[in-house]
């Protein structure tokens, strides 16, 4: 994927054609959907809408949208049904979540189906469109541009091709632990504590569920670190840095 920089001076994530990425909004509430859709046009994206379930999966089916804004209640069945039409047209999709619901169990109701990402009601402009270019990046739909190489010690990450190694040796990584390690690595020698990590990879509060870190932060040592001398390392009560290995 490559970007570029509009006259507002923003950067403008571009699909790998350089057509602009693509967004389906699915929510009954029209002057909601006309406002995410004016904001997301603002952002150079082309965008789609749906006021029900069944008008989403035919329009992704046209659209073939590169992620999606899905709210939750629809008039004519569930958002979590409907991600699962969705994920059997687009696998791969990314998907984020709109609900009036803020418990953590229908937080993890809803990413346990398969989405990606859960904003709440009312919520910020900014803020969804934030989520949304994390979950283009992470999906490797878009890069920022600019970016090219991250190297510590003999770690490299490529943002642009999204490979990895160590050591002159290909790692391979889920977007996820991806999107972690660059994280990491633009923060070199830098203690980096989980609710950064929440903030930055995950972009929420799990709602106290800060063990997600601590698992993809072991996901990432078994791959980058095994039978080799560590880079990423704890310190017990501040959070995590990685830095080439001695």
Same mark, same amino acid.
Do not use: C
């Given at each position: 994927?490559t970007?570029?920089?509009?006259?507002?001076?923003?950067?403008?994530?571009?699909?790998?054609?350089?057509?602009?990425?693509?967004?389906?909004?699915v929510?009954?509430?029209?002057?909601?959907?006309?406002?995410?859709?004016?904001?997301?046009?603002?952002?150079?994206?082309?965008?789609?809408?749906?006021?029900?379930?069944?008008?989403?999966?035919?329009?992704?089916?046209?659209?073939?949208?590169?992620?999606?804004?899905?709210?939750?209640?629809?008039?004519?069945?569930?958002?979590?049904?409907?991600?699962?039409?969705?994920?059997?047209?687009l696998?791969?999709?990314?998907?984020?979540?709109?609900?009036?619901?803020?418990?953590?169990?229908?937080?993890? +109701?809803?990413?346990?189906?398969?989405g990606?990402?859960?904003?709440?009601?009312?919520?910020?402009l900014?803020?969804?469109?934030?989520?949304?270019?994390?979950?283009?990046?992470?999906?490797?739909?878009? +890069?920022?541009?600019?970016?090219?190489?991250?190297?510590?010690?003999?770690?490299?990450?490529?943002?642009?091709?999204?490979?990895?190694?160590?050591?002159?040796?290909n790692?391979?990584?889920?977007?996820?632990?991806?999107?972690l390690?660059?994280f990491?690595?633009?923060?070199?020698?830098?203690?980096?504590? =989980? +609710?950064?990590?929440?903030?930055r990879?995950?972009?929420?509060?799990?709602?106290?569920?800060?063990?997600v870190?601590?698992?993809?932060?072991?996901?990432?040592?078994? =791959?980058?670190?095994?039978?080799?001398?560590?880079?990423?390392?704890?310190?017990?009560?501040?959070?995590?840095?990685? =830095?080439?290995?001695?």
């Open positions: 994927m970007t570029t920089t509009s006259p507002q001076g923003r950067t403008e994530l571009l699909r790998p054609d350089r057509t602009p990425v693509r967004v389906l909004v929510d009954d509430e029209a002057s909601l959907t006309e406002l995410l859709s004016m904001a997301l046009r603002y952002e150079g994206w082309e965008v789609r809408s749906a006021g029900d379930g069944a008008a989403a999966v035919r329009t992704a089916r046209a659209f073939r949208p590169d992620v999606v804004i899905l709210d939750v209640m629809l008039p004519d069945m569930d958002g979590l049904a409907v991600l699962g039409r969705l994920r059997r047209e696998s791969d999709v990314p998907v984020l979540f709109l609900t009036a619901r803020d418990s953590v169990e229908d937080r993890i +109701a809803g990413l346990t189906a398969g990606d990402d859960y904003v709440t009601k009312p919520f910020s900014e803020e969804v469109v934030a989520r949304l270019r994390g979950l283009i990046r992470r999906s490797g739909t878009a +890069a920022a541009r600019g970016e090219s190489r991250l190297v510590v010690g003999d770690l490299m990450l490529d943002e642009d091709s999204h490979e990895v190694s160590r050591g002159g040796k790692i391979h990584l889920t977007a996820t632990e991806f999107e390690l660059r990491l690595m633009r923060n070199p020698r830098r203690v980096l504590s =989980k +609710a950064q990590i929440l903030d990879v995950w972009n929420y509060d799990f709602g106290g569920q800060a063990n870190v601590e698992l993809y932060i072991s996901y990432l040592r078994k =791959k980058i670190d095994a039978g080799r001398a560590p880079m990423i390392h704890t310190r017990r009560g501040a959070g995590y840095l990685i =830095k080439p290995g001695e």
